[in-house]
């Protein structure tokens, strides 16, 4: 038996189809036609960070021990997604939250951080005459790219050996 249509629209507004099918045992292609019928339509990502920027603008308190997904309004994979394509800057700034709370958040919600591997570490072993073998196949920032680091950090390596780069620029065509 199918619930009343209002807990239906909350669970279409709170649920990706796929959830909502397994949930109720039906194809995914009924589950766009109860979105359809209902007016229940899925919220797209800009919809979503103007909805949790909305939300702390309204100094939202998250001393509590409700969830900070029910505070908001929000599922916790929209909040989630919100955390991995939002600057860690941005995020301070629209949360009002501290360092220590953003890195909790990514640990409670298992977000894998992605690091810059350490210059130091990568290019520890590379010599003068390694790096310029590299850099006749790659341009600087191709090569930044293989090395995980930056290209500012390239050309830091660059002038500590004293290496021009734009010397091997006909070996990148």
């Not at 941005?90 to 958040?105: E, F, R």
């Amino acid at each position: 038996m199918r619930q009343t249509d209002e807990e239906l629209k909350n669970n279409l507004r709170m649920m990706n189809n796929k959830q909502v099918s397994k949930k109720y045992q039906v194809s995914i292609g009924t589950v766009c036609n109860w979105r359809r019928k209902l007016g229940v339509k899925k919220e797209r990502a800009f919809e979503v960070r103007e909805k949790i920027i909305n939300a702390f603008k309204d100094d939202i308190t998250l001393k509590s021990r409700t969830s900070i997904e029910d505070k908001i309004g929000v599922t916790k994979r929209q909040f989630v997604f919100f955390l991995q394509t939002t600057k860690r800057d941005d995020v301070l700034k629209i949360t009002g939250v501290t360092l220590c709370t953003y890195y909790n958040w990514f640990k409670k919600y298992g977000i894998k951080r992605t690091r810059k591997t350490s210059v130091r570490k990568v290019l520890k072993h590379i010599n003068k005459e390694g790096l310029i073998e590299k850099l006749k196949i790659f341009p600087p920032d191709k090569l930044a790219k293989q090395f995980g680091v930056t290209t500012s950090a390239m050309y830091y390596w660059f002038k500590k050996f004293n290496i021009h780069p734009q010397e091997y620029r006909e070996f990148w065509v």
